[in-house]
């Protein structure tokens, strides 16, 4: 501890931090795009859930067919679940043009996009582990 009453850890984490605000508020490479990029990958699972369910399987196939749309089912339960608890908040302030032009808006967008990158990262590392 120095005489200023912060560390050097402090000051280390600190400039992570500041780091990843900057990082989040690239419009090219930050949050917003981030967060674009896990919901059109979400998009896409739906996508192949709901091919999953209009397939034609023989009879003897139907036991393999059950667990095939149980785990889809289970998948998109999973999804469901994580969008609504971490990915509504933000998707009005993360969408592409954020969430409006005035002053306020764009402080609001600002504050999703730090809040996606330092609080909602290790969600979306578990949630990719749990899907």
Do not use: P
């Amino acid at each position: 501890m120095s005489g200023f009453g912060f560390s050097a850890g402090d000051f280390i984490a600190a400039i992570d931090l500041i780091h990843k605000v900057v990082a989040a508020l690239n419009e090219r490479k930050g949050a917003s795009a981030e967060f674009r990029t896990l919901v059109q990958h979400l998009d896409s699972i739906e996508g192949s859930r709901q091919h999953v369910q209009h397939l034609q399987f023989d009879d003897a196939q139907e036991s393999e067919t059950i667990q095939l749309r149980r785990a889809t089912t289970r998948c998109v339960d999973t999804i469901k679940t994580f969008y609504v608890n971490h990915l509504a908040t933000y998707d009005r302030y993360l969408q592409a043009g954020g969430s409006g032009n005035s002053t306020l808006a764009r402080v609001k967008d600002g504050m999703a996009k730090t809040a996606w990158a330092v609080l909602k990262k290790d969600d979306v590392v578990k949630f990719q582990s749990a899907l």
